[in-house]
């Protein structure tokens, strides 16, 4: 189930990305535009808080806020929302590896 959900969350975000390329000529961007940069970072950001607060074992929360640090640092760092989230989505895989292994 998470596959789907992760995967309509990408497809919803990089259309917001895509439709301005792809209809360039259609599209009014003074009506549209803040619609279409703020639109992705929304749906980037109802896909973590609703996975962040569905922690089901409280064991995992600390996965979770290290990865949340590791978005942020990312973020502030180089102000990308695609590379903030793929570092988290990284940081969480390697932390939840070291969690494994010593307990």
Excluded: C, H
Excluded at 20 to 36: A, N, Q, S, T
Excluded at 62 to 77: D, E, M, N, Q, Y
Aim: glycine share 4%; no cysteine.
């Amino acid at each position: 189930m998470e596959i789907i959900v992760i995967l309509i969350v990408a497809i919803a975000t990089y259309l917001t990305r895509l439709m301005p390329i792809l209809l360039k000529e259609r599209i009014d961007f003074e009506k549209w535009g803040d619609f279409l940069s703020s639109s992705s970072t929304a749906i980037i950001s109802s896909l973590f808080i609703i996975s962040f607060i569905n922690q089901a074992e409280l064991k995992d929360l600390p996965i979770g806020i290290f990865s949340l640090i590791a978005v942020f640092l990312t973020f502030v760092r180089w102000k990308n929302l695609g590379l903030s989230v793929i570092s988290g989505v990284i940081a969480y895989f390697f932390i939840s590896l070291a969690f494994k292994f010593t307990l």
